[in-house]
């Protein structure tokens, strides 16, 4: 059956350092892959999407690439900063088609100062 | 991205009630889904909401417990009906744009069922 799986244990880093969160998925050919930040309570917000012939892609702080041989995408913080504490999540379209999306179980970050 | 708006943003209800939670968006699209988030849990699609036609269901949701409405292009309707106090999640809606810009989330709508 079709897999995602993120390193389910918290990640606590110290302020300015980098921090890399893993996304693992098995059973899957997915186009593309997004991620978001959840806050508690809040819904997911929209962070980066990268397709499958993309290598990487930046956005100001965050970083992400996507390796379709290892079926694996990385999610990097640079310069983290305490505001960045939160719940990561990365997510793939079921099939391909467009916002039916199956998520990972998310991985929670802490930036401490 | 747009915005999307959802209300109410949080209740608590009775159980054997039902609870009709509303996703209006400020332009146009295509395709509005209906997720739930129990707790701390990730996120689990419930049904594709189609403008003019009955919504598609995943597994293990039918239409009966979770009635859904799409009446135009900007706004949709999901229903929590007979709620048990396992209802109790973040039900949220989300929609996607031509073109693959990504999934945008509402804020969600915490219930909980007492």
């Known amino acids: 059956s079709q897999k995602i799986e993120q390193n389910s244990e918290a990640l606590n880093i110290q302020e300015g350092k980098t921090a890399t969160l893993t996304c693992n998925y098995t059973n899957y050919s997915p186009a593309y892959l997004q991620w978001y930040r959840q806050d508690p309570g809040r819904g997911p917000v929209f962070l980066l999407l990268?397709?499958?012939?993309?290598k990487e892609k930046r956005k100001e702080r965050l970083k992400v690439t996507f390796d379709t041989t290892l079926k694996q995408s990385l999610f990097h913080i640079t310069a983290s900063q305490p505001a960045d504490s939160a719940t990561y999540l990365c997510a793939l379209d079921e099939d391909n088609q467009g916002g039916k999306l199956i998520f990972g179980q998310g991985t929670e970050l802490s930036v401490k100062p | 991205s747009a915005v999307i708006s959802q209300k109410p943003s949080r209740d608590i209800c009775q159980r054997g009630t039902s609870l009709t939670i509303q996703c209006q968006v400020d332009?146009?699209?295509?395709?509005m889904f209906w997720y739930r988030q129990q707790p701390g849990q990730s996120l689990t699609l419930i049904a594709t909401a189609n403008q003019g036609s009955e919504a598609t269901y995943e597994s293990g949701f039918v239409i009966d417990k979770f009635p859904i409405s799409r009446p135009n292009l900007t706004f949709s309707t999901l229903t929590v009906s007979n709620m048990s106090p396992e209802d109790s999640s973040i039900y949220l809606c989300?929609?996607?744009?031509?073109?693959?810009?990504?999934?945008?989330f509402g804020q969600g709508t915490r219930l909980t069922v007492v």
């Open positions: 332009s146009q699209v295509t395709m």
């Open positions: 990268i397709r499958e012939n993309e």
């Open positions: 989300s929609v996607e744009f031509v073109g693959g810009a990504g999934t945008f």
